[in-house]
C-alpha cells in the first residue's frame, strides 16, 4: 500500500501532462535543467543517507540476541526503508508536476529499483541480520523452532 500510492500520484500527473490537461510551473529550460537538477540531488542525497542509517543500524542489530526481538526491529526498519523510497517518489512526482519534464519518468523507474531491491525478502533478511544455523533455516524455509 505505501507504494501504490505514489505510484498513482505519478501516474495520475503523468496522464494529466500528456493530455496538456495541466500546464506545467516551469517553462524557461534554464529553470527546468535546474530544478532537475536539485531534485535528483534531493533525491539522491535521501536514498543514500536512508541507506546508509539502516545499514548501520542492521549491523548494529545483527550483534543482539534473539530472532523474535531482531525480526520485530528489522520490521521497523524496512518499513522505514520502503516509506522513505515512497516520499521520495511523491517528491519526483512534484518534480514532475512543476516541470513537465520527461526525466523524472527515469527518476520515479529508478526509485522503484532502488525500493525493489531494498524489499523485504526471507534471503535479505538473512544477510542483513547475517543469521546461521537453525535461525536462518526458520527464516528461509518457514520452520518452527527445533
Known amino acids: 500500500?505505501?507504494?501504490?500510492?505514489?505510484?498513482?500520484?505519478f501516474i495520475y500527473l503523468y496522464m494529466k501532462l500528456q493530455a496538456v490537461e495541466m500546464n506545467s510551473m516551469l517553462q524557461k529550460p534554464n529553470y527546468v535543467l535546474i530544478a532537475q537538477v536539485?531534485?535528483?540531488v534531493v533525491v539522491f542525497t535521501t536514498l543514500t543517507i536512508v541507506h546508509l542509517v539502516v545499514r548501520k543500524k542492521m549491523r548494529a542489530l545483527a550483534k543482539e540476541f534473539g530472532l523474535?526481538?531482531?525480526?520485530?526491529?528489522?520490521?521497523?526498519y524496512a518499513v522505514f526503508r520502503i516509506s522513505a523510497g515512497?516520499?521520495?517518489s511523491v517528491i519526483v512526482g512534484g518534480g514532475l508536476f512543476i516541470t513537465g519534464s520527461e526525466i523524472f519518468s527515469v527518476y520515479f523507474l529508478l526509485?522503484?529499483?532502488?525500493m525493489a531491491y531494498h524489499w523485504p525478502m526471507p534471503k535479505r533478511m538473512c544477510s542483513e541480520l547475517v543469521l546461521k544455523g537453525d535461525e536462518?533455516?526458520?527464516?528461509?524455509?518457514?520452520r518452527e523452532s527445533f
Open 86 to 88: 515512497a516520499l521520495v
Open 68 to 76: 523474535g526481538a531482531k525480526m520485530d526491529k528489522y520490521y521497523s
Open 111 to 114: 526509485i522503484l529499483l532502488w
Open 1 to 9: 500500500m505505501i507504494t501504490l500510492v505514489p505510484l498513482a500520484i
Open 38 to 40: 536539485v531534485f535528483f
Open 136 to 142: 536462518r533455516e526458520m527464516i528461509l524455509y518457514k
